[in-house]
C-alpha cells in the first residue's frame, strides 16, 4: 500500500515544479526581453518486475506471501523531462530613448560581466559615471573595439548597430548569436551563459536593431494564468490522493492491530 503513494506524490512534486515556471512567467511579464517557459513531462520507468515465476493460472488459489514478491512494482510515476524556452520575438515599446535599444530576428546583446561573456535580448543600456555603455546592472556592453564610450553628445545607432556620436562613426555593437540554443542557460539578470562550444558562437554581421525601442517580454498573461489555474487544481487532487492512501494504511494497521489482539 505504500507503494500506492509514490505515483501521486511524484504527480504532485511534477505539478509544484510546474508552478514554479509558471509563477516565474507571470513574475517577469514586464521584464524586457524576457522569454516565457515551458515544461514537458514524462513517464518514469517502474521499478524492475520481481514477480514470481511461473505466473498462476487464472483461478489459482494463491496464498499472501506468494504474492508479496509483487511489492507494488507496477507503480508508474510521473516526472520532468525538461524546461523549453519560447524564444519567439516580444513586441516593440517605444521609448524614444536614444540608448534603449532592440533587437529584431535573431541575435543577443553581447555583455561583459566579472564571470565573462553573457548573451541578452534586454536592451535597456545606460552611459554610467567613465562614459561606458553599460547595461542596468553596470556591466559594459561590448562593441567591436571593447567597450564603448561616449561622451554625452548626440548619439544615434543605426539598424546595423553601429554607434555614432556627432555624426561620427565610434563602434559597432557585436551581436552575436549561436548555433544550438538548447545549450543557452539562464544565469541570472536576463542573462544567457553558452553551455556548447565556443566556436558556435558567432558574430552576425547584419543585425537588425531599432534605436529607441524595446522588446517587450513574450509572456502570454491569460494563457500562463489558466495554466497556473488547472496546475493548481491538478495539484490538489494528488494532495487528496495521498491523504486516501495515508487514510487507508492507517485504518488496515489498526483492524490488523485488532485481529492480532
Keep these: 500500500m505504500l507503494n500506492n503513494i509514490y505515483t501521486p506524490l511524484s504527480g ?39 514477480y514470481v515465476e511461473p505466473l498462476p ?54 555583455i561583459h560581466t566579472s564571470e565573462g561573456l553573457r ?6 543600456f545606460t552611459v554610467n559615471a567613465d562614459g561606458a555603455l553599460v547595461d542596468k546592472f553596470g556591466n559594459p556592453v561590448l562593441g567591436e573595439r571593447g567597450d564603448i564610450f561616449l561622451s554625452g553628445a548626440k548619439v544615434e545607432i543605426n539598424s546595423h548597430g553601429e554607434v555614432y556620436q556627432n555624426d561620427e562613426l565610434i563602434d559597432r555593437l557585436v551581436i552575436n548569436t549561436v548555433k544550438e540554443k538548447k545549450f ?29 525601442f524595446l522588446e517587450a517580454s513574450n509572456v502570454n498573461a491569460i494563457k500562463n494564468l489558466t495554466k497556473m489555474i488547472l496546475t493548481h487544481r491538478s495539484y490538489e487532487a494528488y494532495q487528496k490522493a495521498i491523504k486516501n492512501y495515508d487514510s487507508m494504511m492507517e485504518k488496515s494497521h489498526n483492524t490488523l492491530a485488532v485481529l492480532r489482539g
Design 57 to 110: 493460472d487464472d483461478n489459482f488459489s494463491v496464498s499472501f506471501d506468494e504474492l508479496m514478491p509483487l511489492k507494488g512494482n507496477d507503480m508508474g510515476y510521473v516526472g520532468v523531462s525538461g524546461v523549453s524556452r519560447n524564444d519567439s520575438q516580444g513586441s516593440p515599446v517605444e521609448t524614444k530613448n536614444p540608448l534603449d535599444l532592440m533587437l529584431e530576428g535573431d541575435g543577443y546583446f553581447s
Design 184 to 212: 543557452l542557460e539562464k544565469v541570472g539578470d536576463n542573462n544567457f551563459l553558452y553551455n556548447g562550444p565556443e566556436d558556435e558562437v558567432y558574430r552576425i554581421d547584419l543585425p537588425t536593431t531599432r534605436q529607441g
Design 12 to 50: 504532485s512534486l511534477a505539478q509544484e515544479k510546474y508552478l514554479d515556471i509558471i509563477a516565474n512567467n507571470l513574475a517577469n511579464i514586464n521584464t524586457v526581453g524576457f522569454k516565457e517557459e515551458d515544461v514537458s513531462f514524462k513517464l518514469l520507468e517502474p521499478e524492475p518486475q520481481n
Design 119 to 124: 548573451l541578452t535580448r534586454n536592451g535597456s
